[in-house]
């Protein structure tokens, strides 16, 4: 298998104290290309506050996913807003950390742990923004503790995690921001 080049979405950073904050980040919005974590904001304040009444039937989620690669892991961090039965709109941003950061064994779970750091962080950057206005969900990539996979083991650590900061954690099957948007552009 080649390496493979980085995406030209991605940041790349060689320690974790390198990454900037969420505001100063590259965002990408698919059909528009980059856009300024700004402009992620001012579309969401802007379709909530055009169907105010409808509120309750929004959803803004929050989710992150990544990928090993030859020498780093790609981190994709989505930001969506999904009106019920009318479909939604998303956001992401991009990032390679070295791999040796996340652990030599394959049952290393340090990396699921940084991909929920990263969503609250997310998470709590929007809820600021937004005054509260509308609460992110927090979707994670991992499965239930019943299912006994890969990440069976740490659901209900990353549950309380994501519930200590005040957000309702959302895992698979349900976990679509994750599970597939995330995952879909950490394989690119």
């Excluded at 979405?9 to 698919?30: F, G, L, M, T």
């Excluded at 996340?102 to 340090?110: I, L, R, V, Y």
Aim: charged share 30%; glycine share 4%.
């Amino acid at each position: 298998m080649g390496k493979r080049k980085p995406d030209p979405h991605d940041s790349v950073y060689q320690s974790k104290d390198e990454i900037e904050a969420v505001c100063d980040r590259k965002w990408h919005q698919p059909d528009k290309g980059k856009v300024k974590y700004t402009d992620v904001v001012s579309w969401v304040k802007n379709k909530i506050h055009s169907d105010f009444d409808c509120l309750e039937n929004y959803h803004l989620i929050v989710g992150t996913d990544s990928q090993k690669r030859s020498t780093n892991v790609r981190f994709v961090t989505i930001v969506a807003l999904y009106k019920e039965g009318k479909g939604g709109m998303y956001f992401y941003t991009s990032h390679l950390l070295p791999k040796e950061l996340f652990g030599k064994t394959k049952n290393d779970k340090s990396r699921i742990y940084q991909e929920v750091d990263y969503s609250i962080e997310v998470a709590n950057e929007l809820s600021q923004e937004l005054c509260d206005l509308i609460v992110p969900t927090v979707h994670v990539d991992v499965s239930p503790k019943y299912k006994k996979e890969y990440s069976s083991d740490i659901s209900d650590n990353v549950i309380s995690i994501i519930r200590s900061y005040g957000y309702e954690p959302c895992i698979k099957p349900f976990s679509f921001a994750a599970s597939s948007i995330a995952n879909k552009h950490s394989k690119g």
